[in-house]
């Protein structure tokens, strides 16, 4: 496990309680969140993702963190935001809705789930006009580019907005050119809307 997966970069922004990236991992360092924890787990399963670059690990939520999700009731609806919001400099911002974080009463996460790139995929984005991604020195085969806590250990279904932007065939825009999937898409819809983030 010592070189099998690493914290990217990108990942960086949820151990920064000032970011705006709406999940903070609370109770862990980016530092010790692979190195002291993460390599602990034992017979390491990794499930298939939106593509073959994309793999997710669920495990339990060994943080602080509170869930990042909240089914939109009668009671909270009117607390929903909206905003054009990019994940970094040089991608097209597109439309989020979130609850913010200090209306919502929230309860620890029971499960993380871990999304991780391969190293193959990260380099490909690296080389991209304003990547999201940035060379590492590390050369784990994996890569978390993204962690999301969760009370089911499985994935729930991507953001539809996510899904378009990822269909992108322009990686410096956000994109990985991965083909939108008609079915999964639907299955987005019917979650989200009924559901939203928190941050």
């Known amino acids: 496990m010592e070189t099998f997966i690493s914290l990217e970069p ?10 705006s990236s709406g999940i903070f991992i609370e109770g862990c360092s980016k530092e010790n969140f692979v190195k002291k924890e993460l390599k602990k787990e034992k017979n390491v399963v990794l499930v298939d993702g939106y593509a073959d670059f994309c793999k997710h690990l669920f495990i339990p939520n060994f943080t602080e963190t509170k869930t990042s999700i909240l089914e939109i009731t009668p009671g909270n ?3 929903l935001c909206t905003d054009y919001k990019a994940r970094c400099p040089g991608e097209l911002p597109v439309l989020t809705r979130w ?20 190293r193959k995929q990260l380099n490909k984005e690296d080389s991209a006009e304003n990547a999201m991604f940035v ?3 590390d050369a784990s085969p ?21 899904m378009m ?8 825009e956000g994109g990985s050119g ?20 928190v941050q």
């Open 10 to 19: 990108f990942a960086y922004r949820q151990f920064d309680s000032k970011s």
């Open 178 to 197: 991965v083909q939108l999937n008609k079915k999964k898409y639907e299955e987005s819809i019917e979650f989200w809307n009924i559901h939203a983030y």
């Open 77 to 79: 609806q009117s607390l």
């Open 165 to 172: 932007r990822n269909a992108l065939p322009s990686l410096k």
């Open 142 to 162: 994996w890569g978390i580019v993204s962690i999301k806590p969760q009370n089911v250990d499985y994935e729930l279904p991507m953001t539809p907005i996510t």
């Open 99 to 118: 609850f913010p974080r200090d209306k919502m009463k929230l309860g620890k996460a029971k499960y993380l789930d871990v999304i991780l790139y391969s």
């Open 135 to 137: 060379p590492q020195q």
